[in-house]
C-alpha cells in the first residue's frame, strides 16, 4: 500500500512561518498531483494549495501570496512552505497525493495530518 508522513507542524506566533513536508512511500509507480487541506474546528476540509506532476500549481485565496507549494520528485515529497502566519491559519493540515499504484492501478491517498497552531 502507500502511506503518507507529514511532519512540521507546531505552535508558531501570528506573523511566523513553517514549513510542511510530506514524504510518501509504498507501492509507488508514479506520483500526479499531490497536494495540502486543512480542516478546523467544526469545518470542513478545504484545499490549500496542489501541485501537478508537471509543476503547476494552484492555490486557495486564503494563502496567496503567503505560501509556497513545491515537490521533489526523487523523493516522493511535497512541501508547503507557509508564511506571515494568522490564528485563522490554525488548523490540521493534511497531505494528499494522488498516486498511480501499477500502470493502470490509481488511487487518492491521504497523510494522518499534522496540527499547526498560530497564537501568541
Avoid: H
Avoid at 514524504?23 to 499531490?34: L, P, R, Y
Avoid at 478546523?40 to 501570496?65: C, H, M, W
Avoid at 513545491?70 to 508564511?83: F, I
Amino acid at each position: 500500500q502507500v502511506q503518507l508522513v507529514e511532519s512540521g507542524g507546531g505552535l508558531v506566533q501570528p506573523g511566523g512561518s513553517l514549513s510542511l513536508s510530506c514524504a510518501a512511500s509504498g507501492k509507488i509507480f508514479s506520483i500526479n498531483a499531490m497536494g495540502w487541506y486543512r480542516q478546523a474546528p467544526g469545518n470542513q476540509r478545504e484545499l490549500v494549495a496542489v501541485i501537478t506532476r508537471g509543476g503547476s500549481t494552484n492555490y486557495a485565496d486564503f494563502v496567496k501570496g503567503r505560501s509556497t507549494i513545491s515537490r521533489d520528485s526523487a523523493k516522493n515529497t511535497v512541501y508547503l512552505q507557509m508564511n506571515d502566519l494568522k490564528p485563522a491559519d490554525t488548523a490540521v493540515y493534511y497531505c494528499n497525493a494522488d498516486i498511480m499504484t501499477a500502470i493502470i492501478q490509481r488511487g487518492n491517498f491521504w497523510g494522518q495530518g499534522t496540527q499547526v497552531t498560530v497564537s501568541s
